[in-house]
């Protein structure tokens, strides 16, 4: 009983202050990764500059984000990736985590899961570049895992089922034991849910992962909040990560999986 009240308490806390600048931030990284994302899947450079000039969150958490981050959207970064450590291998692929992107000292710490649905290559890419385009002005601290599905790579549903898989196998237990204020994982789909980005907390009772989700959809007009009817990746990761003690949320952008 007294571990069930645990749980309660734990999905009922209230974002820390540090969390919440760290939503501000998160929106900002999100928010170029869409719009790499969308480059990616339409060569429309125009979107960026569209969105450079009418971008209605950067006004109001200027005080929390360096100017100079802002600048950090028009240009390439010459971040590199930090050193890669396998932390899983078995005969469908390896899972690899690299950092910390951003603060290293930051008691704030962020998982980003990428490649579990190896075909929606262009959404992983978008968060990755957009984080390294970031790294130098990052207040908080950043991990990227990256899922790398070698058995039957070009086998939609196989491929799928395999990424979950290895994100169940080591993703889940890495990212509980490192304790992370909030993980992230990152999908894009062909628009056959609904046609605009979304942002979801498989684990609605959990407030901080909930309300994660919700301040990107308040700050960010072209991202709704939407938990599709059925969905396969979150009973291997995201669920299994936040019944651990980490909020998760899911960001499925927009764009065209191989």
């Known amino acids: 009983m007294a571990d069930e009240d645990n749980a309660h308490k734990k999905k009922s806390r209230k974002p820390s202050k540090k969390l919440l600048y760290f939503l501000i931030i998160l929106i900002v990284i999100l928010a170029e ?50 050193s890669a450590k396998t932390i899983g291998k078995n005969s469908i692929g390896t899972v690899t985590v690299e950092g910390p992107y951003g603060n290293a000292n930051s008691s704030v710490k962020v998982a980003y899961i990428l490649g579990q649905h190896p075909r929606e290559s262009n959404a992983h890419d978008a968060i990755y570049n957009s984080i390294m385009n970031n790294s130098d002005y990052l207040n908080y601290s950043y991990y990227i895992y990256r899922i790398n599905v070698t058995a039957e790579s070009d086998d939609f549903e196989e491929s799928r089922m395999n990424g979950q898989l290895l994100a169940q196998d080591y993703v889940v237990s890495d990212v ?83």
């Open 33 to 82: 990764g869409f719009v790499l994302c969308y480059d990616y899947a339409t060569n429309e450079d125009s979107f960026l500059k569209e969105l450079s000039e009418d971008y209605p969150v950067l006004d109001g958490v200027l005080k929390y984000i360096p100017t100079d981050l802002i600048s950090s959207f028009a240009g390439d970064s010459s971040a590199q990736g930090e």
């Open 176 to 258: 509980i034991k490192n304790n992370y204020s909030l993980a992230i994982d990152i999908h894009s789909s062909n628009g056959g849910y609904v046609q605009d980005p979304y942002i979801f907390a498989p684990r609605s009772n959990d407030t901080v992962a909930y309300d994660a989700a919700n301040n990107v959809t308040d700050k960010i007009n072209y991202v709704i909040y939407y938990e599709p009817a059925s969905y396969s990746s979150p009973q291997y990761s995201t669920i299994p990560i936040d019944d651990g003690g980490v909020p998760a949320i899911v960001f499925e952008m927009r764009g065209n999986p191989d």
